[in-house]
């Protein structure tokens, strides 16, 4: 079976600091990860996803996320915090293809100017 | 190019009464998702679709709970009798088969309210 767990519930940075969203991942096969970004009363929008390829994974608005096997991680990380970025985050597995999306409870990022 | 579509995007209804929530998927894809997202639960997976066949409806609550998809554009997430603790956001999502270059697609979801 395969489960996520998202550190921290809330997240808070100043505007031009780094982000750092942790996910942990459990899986008995090779996964399939996922960050998911929820603006206020909107669906999720796909960030980024690490396929078995690079890991080191890029994607959009400036978000980038690294798979480390030996961790069992996948922490998104942006580099300088934009107040556009306040929004919830969601990591997602899935293992033996996109059939089943199992979400951590998600984070909550605040950025303060 | 559209997105996934749901409708209603809020509804607030009586314990007891029949709620019917709609999706139209993206067009082209062939796998369909229901989600239910809640403070306590966070993002659950109720059932989803291939070709219109549900494929796994293990998520799926409780016998008030039942989907459909008649067509490959369409499909529908009803509970009859709903109750207060079916209040939730209701996300559809749609997707083509698996693969490396897919992606699920999300709607902007339903908000449901069950006084």
């Known amino acids: 079976a395969q489960s996520v767990t998202q550190l921290g519930s809330h997240v808070s940075v100043s505007e031009g600091a780094l982000v750092l969203l942790r996910c942990n991942y459990s899986?008995?096969?090779?996964?399939?990860l996922f960050w998911y970004v929820q603006y206020p009363n909107q669906g999720l929008q796909l960030l980024l996803k690490?396929?078995?390829?690079?890991?080191l994974v890029k994607g959009i608005n400036g978000f980038e996320a690294e798979f480390k096997k030996s961790e069992t991680s996948f922490h998104l990380t942006k580099p300088s915090a934009h107040m556009s970025d306040a929004a919830e985050y969601f990591c997602?597995?899935?293992?033996?293809?996109?059939?089943?999306?199992?979400f951590g409870a998600g984070t909550r990022l605040a950025v303060h100017p | 190019d559209a997105g996934v579509i749901q409708s209603p995007r809020h509804e607030v209804t009586e314990m007891g009464q029949e709620v019917t929530l709609r999706c139209k998927p993206i067009s082209g894809h062939d796998y369909l998702f229901w989600y239910r997202q809640t403070m306590m639960r966070g993002l659950e997976l109720l059932i989803y679709?291939?070709?219109?066949?549900?494929?796994?409806d293990s998520g799926m609550p409780e016998d008030r709970f039942s989907a459909k998809m008649p067509n490959a554009s369409f499909s529908t997430l009803k509970i009859q009798p709903s109750e207060p603790r079916d209040s939730a956001v209701y996300f559809c999502?749609?997707?083509?088969?698996?693969?490396?270059?897919?992606?699920?697609?999300f709607g902007e979801g339903s908000w449901l309210t069950v006084v």
């Open positions: 997602a597995v899935s293992a033996g293809g996109y059939n089943k999306l199992i």
């Open positions: 679709f291939n070709n219109n066949v549900p494929i796994d």
């Open positions: 690490y396929t078995s390829a690079a890991t």
């Open positions: 899986s008995s096969v090779p996964p399939y």
């Open positions: 999502a749609s997707s083509f088969p698996p693969g490396q270059r897919n992606t699920i697609y």
